[in-house]
């Protein structure tokens, strides 16, 4: 009975994406009729092209910008997660291992911080990053994700789980904290970085709200902003913005399927084996 509803259960989940990509590659309106086909008539590439493609029109180059778009989306997400890990991993170790003054304190004030909506700080955001002339710039898309609260806790927590016992060891054989992290605590949080790598890059790479307000010029949209700049205009062309959809997910799955093995580790691994 449990096998038929997880079944059942995945087979909900995954209708959807799986009617995204048929759309996507039906002729023009098709996905229009009633009742909507559930397969192509006509297998057909059209849509990607015109999506991918630049042509001329009128004697003028013109293109969506979704490639484009994608290398903005790369780039931000790749610094983003770059820079993030190198904030809140030694950020999350110092809380759960070090020991200095006002540590319990900072950490209420994260958990405290951590039930906030994050769309209550971007009017405030906004108006401190237009003063320091960070507006329309990817730093200021990038700097607000350096310094996850999430990301802090999840690594205090999976830091827990390392026995004192051990660093104090390393620590009487007279290594330094900097080489205690990195040779010991690192390699031991492996998984747990890796996954944390993969929500920060997911993240990063889906952020709408944040990239929209900040940035103005067409030429620095993120991905998920062309494809909304796209959609206002062809609302009506279902294949055409369900390609789009395919585009903006099919990296990230990808990556997903890649890292499968250290994702499922990070999550599931509580503890350390001396």
């Known amino acids: ?26 002729p023009r309106g098709e996905s229009g009729q009633f009742p909507p086909p559930l397969w192509p008539s006509r297998w057909s590439w059209e849509n990607y092209h015109e999506l991918l493609a630049r042509r001329l029109i009128d004697g003028a180059w013109f293109d969506y910008r979704i490639v484009p778009a994608i290398w903005n989306s790369l780039g931000v997400a790749a610094v983003s997660t770059l820079l993030g890990l190198l ?23 994260l958990l405290a911080a951590l039930v906030v909506p994050g769309q209550v700080a971007m009017l405030p955001l906004f108006l401190i990053f237009k003063e320091l002339g960070l507006v329309n710039s990817y730093a200021g898309v990038i700097l607000p994700s350096l310094a996850g609260i999430f990301a802090v806790l999840f690594v205090r ?31 031991l949080l492996a998984p747990v970085t890796v996954t944390l790598a993969l929500f920060m890059f997911l993240g990063s790479w889906n952020d709408f709200l944040w990239p929209l307000i900040v940035l103005a010029d067409q030429h620095l ?46 999550l599931l691994g509580g503890s350390v084996k001396g």
């Open 157 to 187: 927590q999976a830091t827990m789980s390392i026995p004192d016992e051990m660093l104090d060891a390393a620590r009487l054989d007279g290594a330094s904290e900097a080489r205690i992290f990195v040779s010991i605590v690192l390699p």
């Open 221 to 266: 949209f993120t991905l998920p902003v062309a494809v909304a700049s796209i959609a206002r205009e062809h609302s009506a062309d279902g294949e055409l913005m369900m390609a789009a959809s395919v585009v903006t997910t099919l990296p990230v799955l990808l990556l997903f399927l890649a890292l499968q093995r250290f994702y499922i580790g990070g």
């Open 87 to 109: 904030m809140t991993v030694p950020a999350g170790y110092a809380f759960a291992k070090l020991r200095f003054r006002g540590r319990e304190r900072l950490l209420q004030m």
């Open 1 to 26: 009975m449990s096998t038929l509803a997880v079944a059942v259960l995945t087979l909900l989940v995954i209708t959807p994406l799986l009617w995204m990509v048929t759309v996507s590659f039906m």
